[in-house]
């Protein structure tokens, strides 16, 4: 359709210039420090002896009109006086006078800020005016900025070797992307993914978040070729719209993991005080991220045993479990937990090896269970009894995962619980032919429940991703600009400001039919249940919300806009047959919500197609709208 395709070819066009602008901030050529001084502790000196440390490939300038060089290097008065123009300025010095600094900046050509200060937006209505002076100065330059009261940020690249921020050491390389809101949190998630045993390529603290968001850097990873997997903790949504849509086309891609931080009124406010974030709720939250395919977890370290499955093992072919230890409690244990967090356990998939087991036991089990086609992962846990050596058991799983995927080509993936150890267990063998490329590095986590609950996180995953893509439906036989002039029409005695205005029945029946939305001349018919109830409602952050469900029952909520996929997953929620009319009829709704902005309510019975009627909403409907600008 033809608006379809133009809101497709502006989406290409933000995804490229977005790309190319976050590139200026993480793959520079030339970067200058301003504020980086001879005093050891101060946060520019710090900055400024990171880059120098982890061998940054470019240019990197200190900027200090107080000193002749810094660190041995040779400083320069200001961005101004630089030999050559920075591509990007880490502007360490004290809230009020960034702003000058910035402008400097921008003059000398730089197309990237990093403002790692406090005291905008964070402290109230002076800060948050300020921050605003520095994001207008950032914008009316073509330029991008990180912060302020940010950590700063990392390329691990060797062509790059970037550590502008403020973390003591560059964390491993690797193929995750990860995004902090969070300062001080992000050095300790450095510090921990390390011991874990999870590398990253790029690593982002964006602060307040004034200018770069986490939508900014994901859709940065979407292209980027060195990142498998993106990591987000987010404590609040710029524009959650925005999000879902970028969110949508990289989880198609590449796992997107999130901590959503700020889900209750003390996180709320914790938030705001220290980003000057405001508070969303939790269910759209969730809506938003369930039709983006975005795995939520609850906490970091479920984060960190999520991504540490997602980095090392293929994707499950679907929830069929086996379950393999030494000792038949924990085998108990481990399949309640499967059993509590959805993945199926077979009684043939549960096997108690005995407290003598050995590597040659753990050898043979993995690899039966492996070579079972009504197997898709395998849960190995060893306990240590007596005189023992987990290494060689861990070498007994290996062999047994070689053996499996040598006879029968299909890699599956393998957890391993060795009871008080974290991280991951690597291994040599690389796989050839079909495997090229495998290798056996296994995730292995203190307590099996881990291992279960980060497996049902990967298979939720791997079914969002076995799904046909959503498709954006847009109807041609529409008459938005008929349906504009109804609600002009229906407003034009209501004051300016004077809020939603409820339509009489004929008025909403007209606009509604502009979209080919049908409404019924007969009531719903029953089946025995409750009957269904369609609503929208407008979100002060999320925008228009599509609630369906039935009295007494949790309700489906939705973002839009909806795609074909959206539809029918609500329709399957609510027990409604996904068939052609009811899904058109929310599709329709779905555009005539983004054809027609001044809707501002409507609540109606969802009708389903019966005896030759289509799907239709119900005749005792509430539509409100607000005055068009």
């Known amino acids: 359709a033809g608006a379809a395709a133009v809101l497709e070819r502006a989406e290409l066009r933000e995804r490229t210039a977005t790309a190319n602008s976050m590139a200026r901030l993480l793959r520079p050529k030339v970067v200058a420090v ?6 050891q502790g101060s946060v520019g000196s710090r900055i400024f002896q990171h880059i120098l440390e982890n061998n940054f490939t470019g240019t990197v300038y200190p900027v200090n ?6 660190h041995g290097v040779r400083a320069y008065p200001g961005v101004g006086q630089l030999p050559e123009p920075p591509d990007l300025v880490v502007v360490a010095v004290p809230a009020e006078g960034v702003v000058p600094v ?6 000398a050509g730089a197309k990237g800020l990093i403002v790692v200060a406090s005291g905008f937006a964070e402290t109230g209505e002076a800060g948050a005016a300020l921050q605003g002076r520095l994001v207008d100065v950032a914008r009316a330059n073509g330029a991008r900025l990180v912060g302020p009261n940010c950590l700063g940020l990392l390329n691990t690249d060797p062509a790059i070797s970037l550590n502008a921020s403020l973390a003591a050491a560059m964390p491993p390389a690797g193929r995750i992307g990860f995004f902090s809101h969070s300062a001080a949190l992000g050095i300790v998630i450095l510090q921990y993914a390390g011991e874990r045993g999870l590398g990253f390529s790029t690593f982002v603290s964006a602060g307040n978040r004034a200018d770069v968001s986490g939508t900014d850097v994901l859709e940065y990873w979407e292209e980027d070729p060195a990142t498998d997997i993106a990591m987000l903790y987010l404590e609040a949504f710029g524009n959650p719209r925005r999000f879902g849509r970028v969110a949508r086309r990289v989880s198609g891609r590449k796992p997107v993991l999130c901590v959503k931080g700020a889900r209750s ?4 406010t914790a938030a705001g005080a220290h980003i000057g974030a405001a508070p969303v709720g939790d269910v759209e939250v969730d809506a938003l991220f369930h039709q983006a395919g975005v795995i939520r977890v609850d906490t970091l370290e479920e984060l960190f ?7 090392h093992q293929p994707l499950p072919g679907g929830n069929r479990v086996a379950i393999l230890s030494n000792s038949g409690g924990v085998v108990t244990i481990t399949a309640d937990a499967c059993d509590g967090y959805g993945l199926h356990v077979s009684t043939a998939g549960l096997v108690d090896l005995g407290p003598q087991a050995g590597a040659e036991d753990y050898r043979a089990a993995v690899q039966r269970a492996l070579e079972d086609p009504r197997i898709d992962a395998v849960i190995a846990i060893f306990l240590c009894v007596g005189e023992c050596d987990p290494e060689l058991v861990s070498r007994g799983i290996r062999r047994g995962v070689v053996g499996a995927e040598r006879s029968t080509g299909v890699a599956k993936p393998v957890l391993l619980s060795m009871m008080g150890a974290t991280g991951v267990v690597k291994f040599a063998f690389e796989g050839k032919g079909a495997l090229a490329g495998r290798t056996t590095a296994f995730p292995s986590y203190r307590f099996p429940e881990a291992a279960a609950r980060a497996l049902a996180h990967a298979v939720a995953y791997a079914d969002y991703r076995r799904e046909p893509p959503g498709r954006l439906v847009w109807y041609e036989d529409t008459d938005p600009a008929r349906a504009r002039a109804v609600i002009e029409a229906a407003v034009k005695e209501v004051p300016p400001g004077g809020g939603p205005h409820r339509l009489t029945p004929e008025q909403a029946g007209e606009i509604l039919d502009c979209f080919g939305v049908h409404v019924a001349s007969r009531p719903p018919r029953q089946n025995g249940g409750a009957p269904l109830d369609l609503s929208v409602r407008q979100h002060h952050v999320f925008g228009p ?3 369906l469900g039935r009295a007494g029952q949790p309700a489906v909520v939705r973002i839009t806009p909806l795609t074909d996929q959206d539809v029918r997953g ?6 409604v047959p996904p068939e052609g009319g009811e899904v058109e009829l929310l599709c329709r709704l779905s555009q005539l919500i983004e054809e027609l902005p001044w809707l501002a309510e409507l609540e109606a019975a ?6 030759g009627a289509p799907a239709a909403l119900g005749a005792d409907l509430v539509v409100a709208v607000t005055r068009p600008a």
């Open 34 to 39: 301003v504020g980086a001084s001879r005093e």
């Open 570 to 575: 609500m329709l399957k929620e609510v027990e």
């Open 545 to 547: 919300v599509v609630v």
């Open 305 to 311: 045993d999520a991504a540490l499955l997602l980095a």
């Open 265 to 268: 009124r003390a996180g709320s």
């Open 606 to 611: 969802f009708v389903a197609a019966a005896d």
């Open 65 to 70: 009109n107080q000193a002749v060089s810094v």
């Open 102 to 107: 910035a402008e400097e900046a921008v003059r």
